[in-house]
Protein backbone atom coordinates (compact mmCIF):
# COMPACT_ATOMS: atom_id res chain seq x y z
CA UNK A 1 0.00 0.00 0.00
CA UNK A 2 1.04 3.45 -0.53
CA UNK A 3 0.58 6.70 1.67
CA UNK A 4 0.72 10.35 0.42
CA UNK A 5 1.35 12.98 3.10
CA UNK A 6 1.04 16.62 2.68
CA UNK A 7 2.20 19.59 4.79
CA UNK A 8 2.68 22.94 4.42
CA UNK A 9 -1.14 24.73 4.05
CA UNK A 10 -2.02 27.27 6.33
CA UNK A 11 -3.47 30.84 6.43
CA UNK A 12 -1.41 33.69 4.23
CA UNK A 13 -2.18 37.26 2.95
CA UNK A 14 -2.80 37.96 -0.73
CA UNK A 15 0.17 38.15 -2.30
CA UNK A 16 2.38 35.76 0.04
CA UNK A 17 3.80 32.55 -0.37
CA UNK A 18 3.36 28.72 0.86
CA UNK A 19 5.01 26.00 -0.12
CA UNK A 20 3.39 22.54 -0.25
CA UNK A 21 5.03 19.09 0.32
CA UNK A 22 3.59 15.01 -0.55
CA UNK A 23 6.27 12.54 0.57
CA UNK A 24 4.81 9.34 -0.43
CA UNK A 25 5.37 5.98 1.73
CA UNK A 26 5.19 2.34 1.52
CA UNK A 27 5.41 -0.46 -1.55
CA UNK A 28 6.49 1.78 -4.43
CA UNK A 29 7.54 0.35 -7.82
CA UNK A 30 8.14 3.19 -10.01
CA UNK A 31 5.73 6.67 -9.95
CA UNK A 32 4.44 7.80 -13.40
CA UNK A 33 3.66 10.93 -12.38
CA UNK A 34 3.19 13.52 -9.31
CA UNK A 35 0.55 16.22 -9.42
CA UNK A 36 -1.35 18.90 -7.04
CA UNK A 37 -5.00 19.05 -7.44
CA UNK A 38 -7.31 21.64 -5.50
CA UNK A 39 -10.73 21.62 -4.18
CA UNK A 40 -12.52 24.85 -3.30
CA UNK A 41 -16.23 25.14 -1.64
CA UNK A 42 -19.10 23.88 -3.80
CA UNK A 43 -16.61 23.53 -6.67
CA UNK A 44 -15.10 20.59 -8.79
CA UNK A 45 -11.88 19.35 -7.79
CA UNK A 46 -9.57 20.78 -10.50
CA UNK A 47 -5.79 20.35 -11.42
CA UNK A 48 -3.47 22.67 -10.47
CA UNK A 49 0.50 21.05 -11.71
CA UNK A 50 1.56 17.82 -12.58
CA UNK A 51 4.75 16.82 -13.42
CA UNK A 52 6.27 13.79 -15.03
CA UNK A 53 8.64 14.15 -17.98
CA UNK A 54 7.43 17.39 -18.08
CA UNK A 55 5.10 20.45 -15.91
CA UNK A 56 2.11 20.64 -16.82
CA UNK A 57 0.22 23.88 -15.19
CA UNK A 58 -3.81 25.34 -15.28
CA UNK A 59 -3.69 28.34 -16.66
CA UNK A 60 -4.97 30.37 -13.47
CA UNK A 61 -1.44 29.28 -11.50
CA UNK A 62 1.14 29.72 -14.51
CA UNK A 63 4.00 32.05 -13.52
CA UNK A 64 3.25 31.96 -9.86
CA UNK A 65 3.35 28.48 -9.33
CA UNK A 66 6.25 26.37 -9.31
CA UNK A 67 6.22 21.98 -8.99
CA UNK A 68 9.33 20.39 -8.69
CA UNK A 69 10.12 16.32 -7.33
CA UNK A 70 13.14 15.30 -5.38
CA UNK A 71 12.51 11.83 -6.77
CA UNK A 72 15.28 10.02 -4.40
CA UNK A 73 12.43 11.42 -1.41
CA UNK A 74 9.44 10.16 -3.50
CA UNK A 75 8.50 13.72 -2.36
CA UNK A 76 6.97 16.39 -4.30
CA UNK A 77 6.50 20.28 -4.03
CA UNK A 78 4.37 22.96 -4.75
CA UNK A 79 5.68 26.22 -4.48
CA UNK A 80 3.04 29.08 -4.32
CA UNK A 81 4.04 32.41 -4.67
CA UNK A 82 1.54 35.99 -5.34
CA UNK A 83 -1.32 33.64 -3.79
CA UNK A 84 -4.47 35.22 -4.52
CA UNK A 85 -7.77 35.06 -2.78
CA UNK A 86 -9.29 32.48 -5.61
CA UNK A 87 -6.58 30.55 -4.30
CA UNK A 88 -8.46 29.29 -1.40
CA UNK A 89 -9.03 25.58 -1.48
CA UNK A 90 -7.86 22.32 0.26
CA UNK A 91 -4.87 21.12 -2.12
CA UNK A 92 -4.56 17.36 -2.59
CA UNK A 93 -1.19 15.18 -3.69
CA UNK A 94 -1.77 12.84 -6.65
CA UNK A 95 0.42 10.22 -7.06
CA UNK A 96 0.20 7.56 -10.86
CA UNK A 97 1.89 4.67 -10.44
CA UNK A 98 2.45 1.90 -13.39
CA UNK A 99 2.32 -1.55 -12.45
CA UNK A 100 1.47 -3.30 -15.67
CA UNK A 101 -1.11 -3.43 -16.76
CA UNK A 102 -2.70 -1.13 -13.69
CA UNK A 103 -1.71 2.31 -13.46
CA UNK A 104 -2.89 3.38 -9.70
CA UNK A 105 -4.10 6.75 -8.78
CA UNK A 106 -3.09 7.69 -4.88
CA UNK A 107 -4.46 10.53 -2.98
CA UNK A 108 -3.38 12.35 0.09
CA UNK A 109 -5.42 13.96 2.89
CA UNK A 110 -5.61 17.25 1.42
CA UNK A 111 -3.91 20.20 2.97
CA UNK A 112 -5.84 23.92 3.64
CA UNK A 113 -4.80 26.73 1.82
CA UNK A 114 -6.54 29.77 2.96
CA UNK A 115 -5.72 33.42 1.17
CA UNK A 116 -7.19 36.35 2.86
CA UNK A 117 -7.72 39.75 1.39
Known amino acids: QVQLVESGGGLVQAGGSLRLSCAAS????????MAWHRQAPGKQRELVAS?????VYADSVKGRFTISRDNAKNTVYLQMNSLKPEDTAVYYC?????????????WGQGTQVTVSS
Open 94 to 106: NMKELRVPILHDY
Open 26 to 33: GSIFSITA
Open 51 to 55: IAKNE
